[in-house]
């Protein structure tokens, strides 16, 4: 098993541009999770995935769209990037609803410029 | 206030050492609390979960829950160079749909 994999690693967008940022699981997971992690700032959830077909936000949302057409593949999409947008994304899935046991994967530098 | 809170560090021990992590916070609807480990520049792995009050032992790691304080601890006994990284409490509750709320993170460096 690979887990949770994410593309790319590193990426520089310029202000005003987009990107997907995408994440696949092969445990068979219902759960998905995008995460935003800022320095000394903890882990802040972007949106999640109770399935394929249904998303909804989290804390912060503002500025991402996300879609689940398969149970494998949970893409984040940045939409006008902004330097406030500059962090580095996790992507975690896990079997339980409760919010326990996620399984995160490497992660992607992302810098606005 | 935030809903979790994490001391920072840096925490620098001796190899060998037990060393406590802590968070507070103040949800009283929180049931689920876990403990992340993050070595630098890779994603968070979880280390343990624990539902409601109590204690939970693995090998070197225990997690302690105090509802009545609302504080959780992650105590590490004889404490490994490889046990350097920062570790990372997070909480959830059936109130909140399950979102779980991460604290900031403590570093922790183990020194040989």
């Known amino acids: 098993n690979a887990g949770v994999t994410q593309t790319p690693k590193f990426r520089i967008l310029k202000i005003g541009q987009s990107m997907t940022l995408q994440c696949t699981q092969d445990m068979n997971h219902n759960y998905m999770y995008w995460y935003r992690q800022d320095p000394g700032m903890g882990l802040k959830l972007i949106y999640y995935s109770v399935g394929a077909g249904i998303t909804d936000k989290g804390e912060v949302p503002n500025g991402y769209n996300v879609s689940r057409s398969t149970t494998e593949d949970f893409p984040l999409r940045l939409e006008l990037a902004a330097p406030s947008q500059t962090s580095v994304y996790f992507c975690?899935?896990?079997?339980?609803?409760?919010?326990?046991?996620?399984?995160f994967g490497p992660g992607t530098r992302l810098t606005v410029t | 206030q935030k809903e979790v809170e994490q001391d920072p560090g840096p925490l620098s021990v001796p190899e060998g050492a037990i060393v406590s992590l802590n968070c507070t916070y103040s949800?009283?609807?929180?049931?689920?609390f876990m403990w992340y480990r993050q070595y630098s520049r890779k994603g968070p792995e979880l280390l343990m979960y624990t539902y409601s009050s109590g204690n939970k032992e693995d090998g070197r790691f225990t997690a302690q829950v105090d509802k009545s304080s609302k504080y959780i601890s992650l105590f590490i006994r004889d404490s490994q160079p490889s046990d350097s990284a920062t570790y990372l409490c997070?909480?959830?509750?059936?109130?909140?749909?399950?979102?779980?709320?991460f604290g900031a993170g403590t570093r922790l460096f183990v020194k040989a």
């Open positions: 975690a899935s896990s079997t339980a609803g409760t919010g326990t046991e996620q399984y």
């Open positions: 997070a909480m959830s509750a059936s109130t909140g749909g399950f979102k779980t709320i």
């Open positions: 949800n009283s609807a929180f049931q689920y």
